[in-house]
Structures are given as structure tokens and as C-alpha cells.
């Protein structure tokens, strides 16, 4: 809950990462489908990456939290470097949801990402 | 999640924070329920009147607006995923609507700060550690795993 107020959390935007079987099941083209789940492969990448970045500085946010003498500089780093997580984290995910857009059609990218998959992952 | 004997002011706003997320009826509940246990560790803590009341107050406050923000941010999370779901939305208005959500998340992070900074003033260091000590850590109360989240 900490890193999903302070620092975004530990993950783009659920909404953002389609499920592969939702994939296989739209595209059913064999081509286009290894390109779409290629596209899918990446986006899973850089929400590892920011996982791993996000827990990385979660002791650094602990141990702020404790400190009564800790200063605004040392939260701005600490944030500081979590937004360049997040927006290279979110720079990704757009990079690879747009080739995988390039390679499916409207009704296939309305297939997937449509009401009601997404609603399931919101609150 | 456990508070009995947890409650300080980090527990307050994370408890509004994590029900915020999920803001219903249950979890109004328990935010009510932390937020009397905050008052209570308050006052056992902190015996002069006017720093306790101050820091009642300031916990008071906070839970209205908390509770807005993220009810924003939880709009804005419906939006993105519309927006995503339209084929041709191009990216550029992807990419302004995520920047948006960040500085929501960041005027939240502004706020918690703030009211945090106004604490430690009403506090002397001895009371900030029994409550912080009360709160063992905002983070373990929520089971303390960063995965989790």
C-alpha cells in the first residue's frame, strides 16, 4: 500500500497487461499472433522490472518513515527515482502495447481488452 | 490485518489508504475502527491537551480528503482502462492520461508528507517513538510484504 500511494505502486496499470490466453483466443492468425505475444512478453518484462525496482526501494521508504530527523531531500530522492521507474516502466508497456496493437485488428483489440476482462482487476 | 494496540498516526492514514482502494461499506468500517484507535493512542500517548488535540484533529482532516483523492484515482483508473480498450485512442492521449494519474499520486504523497511533518511538530521525539513503537511499523500491519501490493 505504501509503494501503491507513494511511488504508484508496484505495477502499471492492471488494466494495461491482457492475459495471454485472451490473446491466443483473439488472434487466432499464427504470425500475427507470435507478434502479439511478443508485444505481451515485453509488457510482462517491464512489470517485472518495476517490481523489482518498486521493492528495491521500499527498505529506503521504511526507513524514512521511522526517521523523525529525516529531511524533504531524502523523500525526493528516494520518490525521485521511483517516478523515473514508473515512467520507464509506463514508456515500456506503451512501446509494447502499441506494436501489439499494430498487429491485431479493432474487433480483436475490442475482444481482448473490452468489458468486462479489466473490471475484474479494478477495485 | 490485525490493529489492536497499533495505532498511531501512519496507521490512521494507511488504514484510510487501503481502504481507500476498495472504499465500501466494510471498509469504512475498518478505517472507522483504526481511526478511533488512533485517537485512543493519542491520548494515552500524548498528555498535554492542546498537542493531542491537535493531533486528532489533524487526523480528522486528513481522512475526508484522503478519501476523495483516491476515489479520484480509482475514476482515473476506469478511465485509462476505456481509453485503452478504444483501438484508436493514439498513444500521445495514453501517455497524458498516465502523466495525470502520476501527479494525483503525487499531490496524495504531498498531503501524507505534509501531515506527517505536522505530527513530529506536535510530538516530542519520546511520544513519536511509543507511537511509532505502538504502530511497530505502518508497513508490517498490512503484513508487511512488499509483494503484496
Not at chain 1, 46 to 51: F, G, S
Not at chain 1, 59 to 68: E, F, H, P, V, W
Given at each position: 500500500?505504501?509503494?501503491?500511494?507513494?511511488?504508484?505502486?508496484?505495477?502499471?496499470?492492471?488494466s494495461l497487461?491482457?492475459p495471454?490466453?485472451a490473446?491466443?483466443?483473439a488472434?487466432?492468425?499464427?504470425?500475427?499472433?507470435?507478434?502479439?505475444l511478443?508485444a505481451?512478453?515485453?509488457?510482462?518484462?517491464?512489470?517485472?522490472?518495476?517490481?523489482?525496482?518498486?521493492i528495491?526501494?521500499y527498505?529506503?521508504?521504511?526507513?524514512?518513515?521511522?526517521?523523525?530527523a529525516?529531511?524533504?531531500?531524502?523523500?525526493?530522492a528516494v520518490?525521485?527515482?521511483?517516478d523515473?521507474?514508473?515512467?520507464?516502466a509506463?514508456?515500456a508497456t506503451?512501446?509494447?502495447?502499441?506494436?501489439?496493437?499494430?498487429a491485431?485488428t479493432?474487433?480483436?483489440?475490442q475482444?481482448?481488452f473490452?468489458?468486462?476482462?479489466y473490471?475484474?482487476?479494478?477495485p | 490485518?490485525h490493529s489492536?494496540?497499533?495505532?498511531?498516526?501512519?496507521?490512521?492514514i494507511?488504514?484510510?489508504?487501503?481502504s481507500?482502494?476498495h472504499?465500501?461499506?466494510?471498509?469504512?468500517?475498518a478505517?472507522?475502527k483504526?481511526?478511533?484507535s488512533?485517537?485512543?493512542?493519542?491520548?494515552?500517548?500524548?498528555?498535554d491537551?492542546?498537542?493531542?488535540?491537535?493531533l486528532q484533529?489533524l487526523?480528522?482532516d486528513?481522512?475526508p480528503r484522503?478519501?476523495?483523492?483516491?476515489?479520484l484515482?480509482?475514476?482515473?483508473h476506469?478511465?485509462?482502462?476505456?481509453?485503452?480498450?478504444?483501438?484508436?485512442?493514439?498513444?500521445?492521449e495514453?501517455?497524458?492520461?498516465?502523466?495525470?494519474?502520476?501527479?494525483?499520486?503525487?499531490?496524495?504523497r504531498?498531503?501524507?508528507l505534509?501531515a506527517?511533518?505536522?505530527a513530529?511538530?506536535?510530538?516530542?521525539p519520546?511520544?513519536?517513538d511509543?507511537?511509532?513503537?505502538r504502530?511497530d511499523?505502518?508497513?508490517?500491519?498490512f503484513?508487511?510484504?512488499p509483494?503484496q501490493?
Open positions: 500500500m505504501y509503494l501503491l500511494l507513494f511511488g504508484g505502486g508496484l505495477s502499471v496499470d492492471p497487461f491482457p495471454e490466453d490473446l491466443r483466443k488472434v487466432a492468425d499464427p504470425q500475427r499472433q507470435e507478434l502479439v511478443a505481451q512478453r515485453d509488457v510482462e518484462r517491464a512489470r517485472e522490472a518495476l517490481r523489482a525496482d518498486a528495491r526501494e527498505d529506503a521508504l521504511r526507513k524514512l518513515s521511522r526517521d523523525r529525516s529531511a524533504e531531500a531524502d523523500w525526493d520518490f525521485g527515482r521511483m523515473r521507474d514508473w515512467s520507464q509506463e514508456s506503451l512501446d509494447a502495447l502499441y506494436q501489439m496493437r499494430a491485431m479493432p474487433e480483436e483489440w475482444a481482448v473490452a468489458p468486462p476482462w473490471r475484474r482487476l479494478l | 490485518m489492536a494496540g497499533r495505532s498511531a498516526l501512519y496507521l490512521l494507511c488504514s484510510l489508504l487501503a481507500a482502494c472504499w465500501g461499506d466494510r471498509s469504512d468500517k478505517a472507522r483504526v481511526f478511533d488512533y485517537h485512543e493512542a493519542v491520548r494515552q500517548t500524548v498528555a491537551p492542546v498537542r493531542s488535540s491537535a484533529a487526523g480528522a486528513l481522512q484522503l478519501r476523495t483523492e483516491v476515489q484515482l480509482e475514476a482515473m476506469h478511465r485509462l482502462a476505456e481509453l485503452n480498450a478504444n483501438y484508436d485512442t493514439p498513444r500521445g495514453l501517455e497524458a492520461y498516465l502523466a495525470a494519474m502520476q501527479q494525483r499520486r503525487r499531490a496524495i504531498v498531503m501524507l505534509s506527517r511533518t505536522e513530529i511538530g506536535l510530538t516530542t519520546q511520544e513519536w511509543q507511537l511509532y513503537r504502530a511499523s505502518f508497513i508490517d500491519w503484513g508487511g510484504e509483494e501490493y
